[in-house]
């Protein structure tokens, strides 16, 4: 057990490094910007494809975000702003949303971006493979439909406040129809060769070492993107990432490229800026997924004996360094519509052993599948274990690939693993699809993949997402009471992740996703 004297060190000492790191929190100052030179990204690990419409892992909406583009882009504060609509209108009954989209537009294979694409992309393509497009389109939209060559118009069923948070880049990347209409979607040749509408172009992608954009000549933005190309650098190995900074071989290490313990050293050096800005939208929510077909898992007492078995402020502290807030549900206390009037689980051992012995656990060995995202994952694995075991609980740790845990989590062959989901401006998006039972859905492991199932979540859920803004937190607030009881996952932290960079960099945090739409407007002194 570790013991409270470790602990403390331990946490001091995090805390310590925290503060370090907090005099170089922010955004370099902005200055005349400058044309060309080339950025050198730190991204790991590598994604698994970056065909942004069949997958939204973190790495590969690092580099997607800047190869393909949606409707709409995001200040910090959530407000939408122009990308490839120009302008939009809402009915006033709310139910049509009439987008016109930007003249001259193409794809970097110069074929035309027109109405037709939209419609396409968001009636046909991501209505089949996106698990947040997915339950958005059925329950909310009409009808999708061309009213001219630019111009696109949403007919919902009823009004859907979070409308226009949907059209974040990962989660409605415009897909050319010309290159996907009547192929099979996943085995598509395009997916090893993205071809979107972003400032930067797929150069080459060189399997273990980096994923090489160039400068799209034919961007609609006048005279962007600045820089002249992207290197995405996959370094294996933390510590090798951290020197690779150190030594100026590349300029950015993007939220997670280097363990959060070794943040703190490096923005005390000269030149180096530290900032948890860019992660509004996504509000990143990190829990213990649970497969609830698996025996005593699907047992509520087991799961909340197994919630108090976790120290999660040691997690906070000592794994993360101090970043992040412990989270009481599924809301994130960043997002709108959360309630801490929940049930709650302090870490308390004693509890913990007489919930999974009322809960019948007759010592089965639970399997942990690793999320293979680096030594701090890998340390909370670790610590989740030790919890476990210290209140009778077998656990064996399964250590896998990222396209192994892409694979394993999609088709539900797992007991518990890691995931850290984005909660995307709004409960309706980023929320409800991992509870909802209409989302348990093989394909994909950002969907309701431990397949919990309760009619009263659903139809809460259902119901706050269309009802009038004043009524919509008493139901928020009732559906977080309701999975406070039911513990479909285990909920552990409102992540924080620093992106540390050179402050020669510019400008690669203008937006509510930072990094995943860096490449407008990001250039170098």
């Known amino acids: 057990m570790i013991s409270a004297k470790l602990r403390a060190v331990l946490a001091g000492t995090a805390l310590a490094l925290l503060a370090g790191a907090a005099h170089a929190q922010g955004t370099p100052s902005a200055g005349t910007p400058k044309r060309g030179g080339a950025l050198q990204v730190v991204v790991t690990p590598e994604p698994p494809m970056l065909m942004q419409g069949l ?15 949606s409707l709409l882009r995001y200040d910090d504060k959530l407000q939408p702003q122009p990308s490839l609509a120009e302008s939009w209108e809402v009915s006033p009954d709310e139910k049509a949303y009439t987008f016109r989209l930007k003249e001259g537009v193409k794809f970097h294979d110069g074929k035309p971006f027109t109405a037709d694409d939209v419609v396409f992309t968001m009636d046909k393509f991501l209505r089949e493979v996106h698990p947040r497009w997915r339950p958005i389109v059925n329950a909310q939209v009409e009808k999708i439909e061309k009213v ?9 069923k009823q009004p859907f406040g979070p409308f226009l948070l949907a059209h974040e880049v990962a989660s409605a990347p415009m897909i050319p129809k010309h290159i996907y209409e009547g192929t099979d979607y996943r085995a598509n040749p395009a997916n090893n060769t993205p071809i979107g509408t972003g400032p930067m172009k797929f150069k080459e992608w060189r399997k273990g070492s980096f994923v090489h954009l160039v400068r799209n000549e034919d961007y609609h933005v006048k005279d962007r993107p600045y820089l002249d190309e992207i ?4 370094i294996p190995d933390a510590a ?6 150190e030594t100026g071989k590349v300029d950015v290490l993007t939220g997670g490229a280097i363990e959060i313990f070794d943040v703190a050293r490096l923005a005390k050096q000269p030149n180096v800026c530290v900032t948890t800005k860019g992660w509004e939208m996504f509000a990143p929510h990190a829990w213990v997924t649970i497969n609830h077909r698996n025996g005593i898992l699907g047992n509520k007492t087991f799961r909340q004996g197994l919630m108090h078995a976790i120290d999660r402020e040691f997690g906070r502290e000592v794994v993360w360094s101090g970043y992040g807030k412990l989270p009481t549900g599924p809301i994130s206390s960043k997002t709108k519509f959360y309630s801490g009037d929940v049930k709650t689980y302090d870490y308390n051992p004693a ?3 007489e919930l999974i012995k009322q809960s019948g656990y007759k ?4 399997r942990f599948l690793a999320l293979p995202y ?7 694995g670790e610590a989740l274990k030790q919890n476990f075991e210290e209140v009778g609980v077998k656990v064996e740790i399964v250590s896998t690939d990222v396209p192994g845990w892409t694979q394993r989590t999609s088709n539900f062959d797992f007991d518990m693993t890691f995931n850290f989901l984005y909660q995307l401006g709004d409960p309706a998006i980023g929320v409800a699809r991992s509870y909802i039972s209409s989302n348990i859905v093989k394909g994909n492991p950002f969907g309701n993949v431990g397949g919990y199932s309760n009619p009263e979540v659903d139809r809460l859920f259902a119901e706050a997402a269309n009802a009038p803004a004043e009524k919509r937190q008493e139901l928020y607030t009732k559906v977080q009471q309701l999975l406070a009881e039911d513990l479909p ?15 020669n960099v510019k400008d690669i945090t203008t937006t509510a996703i930072g990094i995943n739409d860096a490449a407008r407007n990001a250039w170098k002194q």
Request: aromatic share 16%; charged share 20%.
């Open 55 to 69: 997958n939204q892992n973190g790495p590969t909406n690092m580099i997607a975000g800047n190869i393909y583009e």
């Open 148 to 156: 001219d060559d630019r111009t696109v118009r949403f007919t919902l």
């Open 231 to 234: 290197y995405f650098q996959f």
């Open 240 to 245: 090798a990432r951290a020197v690779a900074f």
């Open 351 to 353: 509890k913990a052993k």
């Open 363 to 366: 010592g089965e060995t639970i």
């Open 374 to 380: 680096g030594e701090t994952w890998s340390r909370w």
């Open 489 to 503: 996952v285990l909920w552990l932290l409102e992540l924080d992740f620093p992106t540390v960079s050179r402050c």
